[in-house]
Every structure is written in structure tokens, then in C-alpha cells.
């Protein structure tokens, strides 16, 4: 009989930890087959970091380490300036990247390391129970801003993607959401071509991934489709943002 | 080879260079510079990586990753920087990733100061990041045996794979003294763990990882390193004794300020006192047993630290209340002379 569909092998057979409705599953599966599609598996390391994607070392069928919170950019330049010629991804959430380590995602960037960022925002700290992120919408409702965001003392929600663009060394930005069918084929087109820049040399390169937290939103999994799709992209624009090679 | 007259830090950065180290990852804070500035200028000429990186966080965080794809790495820094990087040396620790991290001391708390101090002594053998870990710490008195201690701190790192610190005080960072750099190639152990990228050829993954959410899990980790600590404890002491075979009063001091102390000694020694030195070269694992043994044979002992007292607290554990342990110290980078010992000691003479 003939196969029609299997698994990625860029995968492991662990379950996921993700509570059902949450995309980064998809992510997951988004990434794993872009590396088996690139044939890069053999010669990828992954660098997992701290928050809901915590156990991604154990999802990804490739080598992996675990970074502390907000460090997994550096951990990756450790690693890419010994392995110059290997594939080296961070795969980080927006408190893990907007928050704690917005220092080490800055300077990564702006040492034009060849490496590639799934970030993954979906407006909260999922991990620990729901509390405001950098990237929590204004008027959302987290366990730490009840009353909903009030930007006039906890500040607008950061925009990573256009934040990022503004720096050199970056070669290639781009938003994207895991919202459809169609935007999930989309995201799934930046992240080939994040790590086939990498891959040709290309430099630095970041995919920020609108996601949803239907348990942390108190949404439905429909709901928190939409809350994407109408919400999060209207506050986070999807587009490219730097295309260094485009503009070559 | 002769010897050549070089500033501590550039002997410890060609030291560490000659030892093999893979890449570097430092940023800038006085008085470790000079370390920075040698590995930018020959280190990528030996074909090596040097990063400076943007914190002392991102550094020790590029170490970690670096260690973990199986690299020879190292950092160095001084205590408020050492002090930044305790998160990145306990995940080290905790995933049992080989480096070498320089501490060259100054003054604190806070901002402190920058000349030389023994203040870090409870940050370097205690751990100032969270968990149950241990770092194996190397004190040098001058620059050749910081070059020699550096070489043992790469092999002692992939032995154990641990991390450690070689601990120097400023001033053995910043003054120049003759030294002879050992060129020998320093042999790489196996590293079958490290993640390298070739999970399918290899045909298992290779995770670094120091998390583990099942607690029997977490308690079997935290035994097993136990178990390691405990080889390391009884293996790796290194401790130097001067002088002790007649001595009535042992002086225990280590770096710099153990060799203000020799020369204290020699000046009591001609005044008929009969004072030796132990001078702890590893300050983990601390040579508890050697001073236990020697409170046997001595009348008291004095530990003279450039802090208010640090090392002083595991010399009474060590003595066990055998006889009176004293202490003098001066702090802040101000620098003990001879004499201030000679009249520390002489003051608990009077008494008997």
C-alpha cells in the first residue's frame, strides 16, 4: 500500500508536553520537517530554552541543549563559533526572548551570527500559569494584570520582529502566524527559507510566530485561532521586515 | 625554552592557548583585561574562537554551549563578574560540561574596588548559584604556577567534567614574573556526549541538559554527582606545607599573601619561633585531613587572608577545635606586610 503521509523524522516518538490546542505543536512539526526536507538533521543542533517549549530537546530528532532562561542566543554562539558548519536554531517564547533575554537576542543579532530564531509569541507566560508578557496585548487579561494591560504603567506590547529588522547584522526577519491552514503553510515557507539562508552562510535570521495560548487566554482552541488572526495580527503586523539577500 | 618575564594574565592566556583551548568568551573588567586582549590577539592564530561578548552572562552562556558541542573553553573575569556568571557555571555543573573559568580577584562587595582581595573565597568554593554543586578551585601564588594551574584546570575540567576555576588575586594578574609556558600537547579526552550535530550517523541524540522534572530523577543526578565530588574530594587535594616538620604554629594563607607569609616566617624563624606555612594550592577540595593532621603538632594556627576571614571558617572545621585558629586579614586591596603577621602571631604568644 502506498504512504500518503508519515510523521517527519525530524521528530522523536516523546509525546508532547503542549496542553491540546496550544500550536507550538505545529511549530514543532513546521521545524522538524523543514530540517529533514533541507537534510540537515545529521548535522543540526537545537537550543532549547525556558518556558512552555522548556522540553523541545526532547521533541527535536537532533542533537540539543538546554539554555537558561533567556541565554539560548549565546548558548548558540558558543556553539556556532566551534561549528562553524553546523546548523544551530534557537527555538525561544516571547518571555524567554522579549523579557529576560532581550540582551543576548540584541547582540546575537547585531554579531551577524549565522544562526536561525524560532520565536514563538503568543502573548503570555504559558509555563507558569498566565501571567503578562512583554508581548500581552493592551486591555489583555493575564493572573498579573487582572484588570487587563494599562500601558500607561506597564508600557505597549514590544514588537520583536520590527524591533530586530533595525539591526545590521540581521539578515532575514519575518512574522508570520499559526492561525489557518493557509498562514501555516506561510510560516512554515519563512522557516525553510530562515535556515536556508543559514544554511548558504547567509547570517542571522529570526521568524517570529504568532501562536496561541487557548488555556492561558481562556479561549476556546477555535477562539484562540481567531483571537490570532483578528487580535495579535493587527497589533503584530505579519510581513517580512529585512531581507538582506532580496535587497542585494 | 628559558624563561620570559610576562604580566600574569598574558601568561595565563598563552598558558590556556598553549593548553589547547578551543575558544574564548570574556568581556571586559578590571584587572582581568589583559586575558581579553591576548586571547583577541592570538587566539584566532592558533585557530581558535574568541568572542567578546556583551555580558559576562552571555559569556559564561557561550561557554556553556561551546563546552556542550565538545569544545576546550574557558572564560575569565574578576569577582563582580564572576559573581554574574554563577547561573551559566551551576548549569555547567549541572550538566556536567568541562571549562575553565579565571577569576582574578579584587575587592568587594558591590562595585568593590579593583585592586587585589581574597573576598570571593566563599563565592568560588561555596558556588554562588543555586543547587548542589561543586567547582573545582586552583589558588596560584605567582604567574608560573597560574600557567601550570591553568593546563591542570583544563585536564581536571574533561576528567571530571566539571567545571574550574582557577582563583588568582590581582596581583598575580597584573605583576610580571619569569616564567616558562609548558608547550606539551595536553591530551583531549573522548567526549561521546557532546552535541555535535550528527544524531543520525551517530544514531542516538546527544542532549546537554540539566533539567529533570521527575525528582527521583533529580535525586539519582544529585547523587551521582555526590559520588563525584566525593572522587574528587579524595584525589585532587593539592596543598603545599613549608616548614611544618618542627613547627610549633602553623600559618595558613593561600595566593599572594602566602608568600608575604613565607617571608614573615623566615623573619620569626631567625628570632627562634618556630612557625611553618600551609598553603591549600586547591581550595575545593580543601585539604581538611593535612590540617586536621597537622593541629596535632602545633601549639596554634593563624590564617591570614587579604578578606575578614573566609577561609578561616574551613580551617576551624579542619582543626576541629584541636587548637585556637586565629586570624589576620586586611581588605579593601590594602596588602598585609610581613611584620603585621610576624606581630599577629607574636600577639597569641604572650598569653602562654
Given at each position: 500500500m502506498a504512504v500518503v503521509f508519515q510523521k517527519t523524522?525530524?521528530?522523536?516518538?516523546t509525546p508532547f508536553t503542549y496542553c491540546p490546542g496550544c500550536t507550538h505543536g505545529i511549530i514543532h512539526r513546521l521545524v522538524a520537517e523543514c530540517l529533514e526536507e533541507l537534510e540537515i538533521l545529521d548535522r543540526t543542533i537545537a537550543i532549547a530554552s525556558v518556558g512552555c517549549s522548556v522540553m523541545s530537546y526532547e521533541f527535536f530528532n537532533c542533537d540539543a541543549i538546554q539554555a537558561a532562561h533567556g541565554r539560548a542566543p549565546a548558548v548558540a554562539t558558543g556553539v556556532k563559533r566551534v561549528h562553524p558548519d553546523k546548523i544551530v536554531f534557537t527555538y525561544q517564547g516571547d518571555g524567554d526572548?522579549?523579557?529576560?533575554g532581550t540582551g543576548e537576542i540584541v547582540q546575537a543579532a547585531h554579531r551577524g551570527d549565522n544562526i536561525t530564531v524560532i520565536f514563538v509569541n503568543n502573548?503570555?507566560?504559558?509555563?507558569?500559569?498566565?501571567q503578562m508578557a512583554p508581548t500581552t496585548l493592551p486591555g489583555q487579561i493575564t493572573t498579573t494584570s487582572p484588570y487587563g494591560r494599562d500601558v500607561s504603567k506597564q508600557g505597549e506590547p514590544i514588537r520583536m520582529a520590527e524591533l530586530m529588522a533595525q539591526i545590521p547584522g540581521a539578515a532575514y526577519i519575518e512574522r508570520v502566524m499559526t492561525a489557518d491552514p493557509v498562514s501555516v503553510r506561510k510560516a512554515k515557507r519563512a522557516i525553510k527559507k530562515a535556515f536556508e539562508i543559514q544554511k548558504n552562510g547567509g547570517g542571522f535570521s529570526m521568524i517570529e510566530i504568532l501562536s496561541s495560548c487557548n488555556i492561558g487566554w481562556g479561549l476556546s482552541p477555535v477562539d484562540s485561532l481567531k483571537y490570532i488572526k483578528e487580535e495579535m495580527a493587527s497589533y503584530f503586523p505579519l510581513g517580512v521586515f529585512k531581507d538582506k539577500g532580496a535587497s542585494q | 625554552m628559558s624563561k620570559v618575564l610576562m604580566k600574569g594574565n598574558e601568561a595565563i592566556a598563552q598558558a590556556a592557548i598553549a593548553a589547547g583551548c578551543d575558544a574564548f568568551f570574556g568581556y571586559p573588567i578590571t584587572p582581568q583585561n589583559e586575558i581579553c586582549e591576548y586571547m583577541s590577539k592570538y587566539l584566532a592564530k592558533s585557530g581558535g574562537a574568541f568572542v567578546q561578548a556583551e555580558s559576562e552572562l552571555a559569556a559564561i552562556n557561550m561557554v556553556y554551549g561551546a563546552a556542550g558541542a565538545g569544545a576546550r573553553t574557558m572564560t575569565s573575569s574578576s569577582s563582580p563578574g564572576i559573581a554574574l556568571k554563577q547561573e551559566g557555571i551551576s548549569y555547567c555543573a549541572g550538566a556536567e560540561l568541562p571549562c575553565v573559568i579565571v577569576a582574578i580577584s579584587r575587592g568587594g562587595p558591590g562595585l568593590g574596588g579593583i585592586l587585589p582581595a581574597q573576598g570571593d573565597y566563599n563565592q568560588a568554593t561555596r558556588g554562588g548559584g543555586n543547587g548542589d554543586y561543586k567547582v573545582v578551585v586552583l589558588a596560584p601564588n605567582g604567574v608560573q604556577e597560574a600557567t601550570e594551574m591553568v593546563r591542570d584546570a583544563f585536564l581536571l575540567s574533561e576528567k571530571y567534567r566539571n567545571p574550574v576555576m582557577v582563583m588568582a588575586d590581582g596581583v598575580i594578574g597584573q605583576m610580571m614574573e619569569p616564567v616558562e609556558i609548558n608547550t606539551d600537547p595536553l591530551p583531549k579526552f573522548e567526549k561521546?556526549?557532546?552535541?555535535?550535530?550528527?544524531s543520525q550517523s551517530r544514531g542516538t541524540r546527544n542532549v546537554i541538559n540539566s533539567l529533570f522534572l521527575n525528582p527521583v530523577d533529580l535525586e539519582n543526578h544529585n547523587i551521582a554527582l555526590r559520588k563525584k565530588y566525593d572522587t574528587i574530594e579524595e584525589n585532587e587535594v593539592q596543598v603545599d606545607l613549608y616548614?611544618?616538620?618542627?613547627?610549633d604554629i602553623a600559618l595558613v594563607a593561600y595566593g599572594t599573601p602566602s608568600r608575604i607569609v613565607k617571608s614573615a616566617i623566615e623573619e620569626m624563624r631567625s628570632q627562634g619561633i618556630k612557625v611553618g606555612l600551609i598553603r591549600p594550592k586547591t581550595l575545593y577540595p580543601f585539604p581538611f585531613k593535612q590540617i586536621n593532621e597537622a593541629a596535632d603538632k602545633v601549639k596554634f594556627m593563624l590564617t591570614a587572608e587579604l578578606s575578614m576571614g573566609q577561609m578561616v571558617h574551613d580551617v576551624r572545621l579542619a582543626v576541629n577545635g584541636k587548637v585556637p585558629v586565629y586570624f589576620y586579614g586586611r581588605a579593601g586591596g590594602m596588602i598585609f606586610e610581613p611584620k603585621e603577621i610576624s606581630d599577629a602571631v607574636k600577639s597569641h604568644l604572650g598569653g602562654e
Open positions: 523524522k525530524g521528530l522523536t516518538d526572548l522579549a523579557s529576560i502573548a503570555i507566560y504559558g509555563m507558569t500559569g498566565g | 561521546p556526549w557532546a552535541a555535535t550535530g550528527e616548614m611544618m616538620e618542627d613547627a
